[in-house]
């Protein structure tokens, strides 16, 4: 089984400050890991993925995100926050079957 | 380039009234195809997956069904519409691998009164 939780469901940082949202996995077998973006009233938007390989992945919109097996998280980062990044961002998990687990999200806010 | 399509983009009806959400995946073909809800302040819950044409699997008992009449057309409806069905739906796409990314469509508001 798996399952994905996602620590936080509010986040509020600065213009300009870091962004760190935290993802944790649970997952019995390998796992592919997503992070997902939306804005209000819209689709999701892929920003990275994790499949296999280098454990550091980047995104789009300056993010990226870190594949740690013996934390199994896969926390998402910015180094500085824009107004534009205001969203609300879901982390998922996938194992064989193609399907994805989400976390409940994390809304983030960015204060000018 | 892949694109998805959804509609309505958002929709009121009352409770009992039958429903019919219409999803459309142009420039690919076999993708396996999604029907999610979600809940104002909750995650994502999976419905509905179809790996091909009038191949539908249900993840969550309820009141809805889909139906895939063609390669790339995918419908969730309802019989009579419950207060619960109201959120935001949406319909996604991947390719055929355990490793595909879903891509999403726009999602359409489903407000039951």
């Known amino acids: 089984a798996q399952s994905v939780t996602q620590l936080g469901s509010h986040v509020s940082v600065s213009e300009g400050a870091l962004v760190l949202l935290r993802c944790n996995y649970s997952?019995?077998?390998?796992?592919?890991l997503f992070w997902y973006v939306q804005y209000p009233n819209q689709g999701l938007q892929l920003l990275l993925k994790?499949?296999?390989?280098?454990?550091l992945v980047k995104g789009i919109n300056g993010f990226e995100a870190e594949f740690k097996k013996s934390e199994t998280s896969f926390h998402l980062t910015k180094p500085s926050a824009h107004m534009s990044d205001a969203a609300e961002y879901f982390c998922?998990?996938?194992?064989?079957?193609?399907?994805?687990?989400f976390g409940q999200g994390t809304t983030l806010q960015v204060k000018p | 380039s892949q694109t998805i399509h959804q509609w309505p983009a958002t929709l009121v009806q009352p409770v009992g009234s039958p429903l019919s959400l219409e999803c459309t995946v142009e420039?690919?073909?076999?993708?396996?195809l999604y029907w999610y809800r979600q809940a104002a302040g909750r995650g994502l819950q999976l419905l509905f997956y179809?790996?091909?044409?009038?191949?539908i699997s249900s993840e969550v008992p309820q009141n809805l069904s889909a139906s895939r009449p063609q390669d790339r057309q995918f419908i969730l409806s309802s019989k009579k519409l419950l207060l619960s069905d109201s959120g935001f739906y949406l319909c996604?796409?991947?390719?055929?691998?355990?490793?595909?990314?879903?891509?999403f469509g726009p999602g359409t508001r489903l407000l039951v009164l």
């Open positions: 996604a796409w991947a390719g055929t691998g355990f490793q595909e990314t879903q891509y």
């Open positions: 997952s019995s077998v390998p796992p592919y």
């Open positions: 994790y499949t296999t390989g280098a454990t």
């Open positions: 998922a998990v996938s194992g064989n079957t193609g399907k994805l687990i």
């Open positions: 420039g690919t073909s076999n993708p396996n």
């Open positions: 179809s790996v091909g044409i009038g191949q």
